[in-house]
């Protein structure tokens, strides 16, 4: 089941032009695999002196790591049998509660295999394996890549805090 833009924005804190993902093409209670075209955008928000350096390829991964972690927290839409089949949830949380916010603790093992993004014709695609965690922390490795050609690939490390979900940060009531 694909889920879209909108879906995605209701899920994690990036909104409006900060959401860099257009869809969940793929995923597991292991993985994930998103799309974006956002890096052809000329107002694309990371962009510097009118270039996006294949660093910013991190921010990509992060989000599509925080959209696994919503969708393993319950957050998927009802799905159908087939689904359920296969171990994903069947329903989750309404969209006003949200799941513990993550943070991105560290990234290592970064390799860059472009400079630049915004010169890549196509679609970037991200994916992202939950290697190891628990419910405090998860370890990903992340490969951005445009159709087969990898643009960059790491691993990373999020933190979970719920003391920190956006329900429960000051002023929210």
Known sequence: MRLNRAWIESRIPHHGRM?????VIAWSAERISCRSG????????????????????????????????????GGAPQAG????????????????????????AAVRGVRFHSLRLDDVQGDLICDAVRM?????????EFVLRSAESKLLTGRATVVFDAALSPSRRPGKT
């Open 19 to 23: 959401c860099l993902l257009d869809e």
């Open 132 to 140: 190891a965690g628990d419910a405090n922390t998860a370890l990903y």
């Open 38 to 73: 956002t890096h052809r955008d000329a107002d694309n928000p990371l962009r510097a002196h009118g270039r996006l350096g294949i660093a910013c390829g991190i921010e990509y991964a992060a989000q599509a790591m925080a959209v696994h972690g919503a969708l393993v927290a």
């Open 81 to 104: 049998p087939a689904a359920a089949a296969e171990g994903a949830p069947m329903a989750g949380p309404p969209a006003d509660q949200s799941p513990a916010a993550g943070f991105l």
